[in-house]
Nanobody, 118 residues
Framework: QVQLVESGGGLVQPGGSLRLSCAAS????????MGWYRQAPGKQRDLVAS???????NYADSVKGRFTISRDNAKNTVYLEMNNLKFEAAAVYYC????????????WGQGTQVTVSS
């Protein structure tokens, strides 16, 4: 059974930093593109960043230069380093795993809350 377990969310002031982690199990980790999505209340779930097993990354324009996604294939873990957080970054952040083939299954974590408040 595939499990994605996020951690690292919390309360941070504007301009602050947080590091999210997502530990994956039950899948062949190296075969999956790992991603972080976020969903604010009343809004759709949007891609924040993704990373292939080879380390190619993709970022939403709104986070480029401030967020960094990375993965440790030996630990089956993906990270999201978030710097200079803005109020609009407040959301539930979800870890996602998907294979780079059409119509394949994708998996989601349970989400971790990020709150940005002064």
């Amino acid at each position: 059974q595939v499990q994605l377990v996020e951690s690292g969310g919390g309360l941070v002031q504007p301009g602050g930093s947080l590091r999210l982690s997502c530990a994956a199990s039950g899948l062949i980790y190296s075969m999956y593109i790992m991603g972080w999505y976020r969903q604010a209340p009343g809004k759709q779930r949007d891609l924040v960043a993704s990373i292939t097993s080879g380390g190619f990354t993709n970022y939403a324009d709104s986070v480029k230069g401030r967020f960094t996604i990375s993965r440790d294939n030996a630990k089956n873990t993906v990270y999201l380093e978030m710097n200079n957080l803005k109020f609009e970054a407040a959301a539930v952040y979800y870890c996602n795993a998907r294979r780079p083939v059409p119509n394949s299954n994708q998996y989601w974590g349970q989400g971790t809350q990020v709150t940005v408040s002064s």
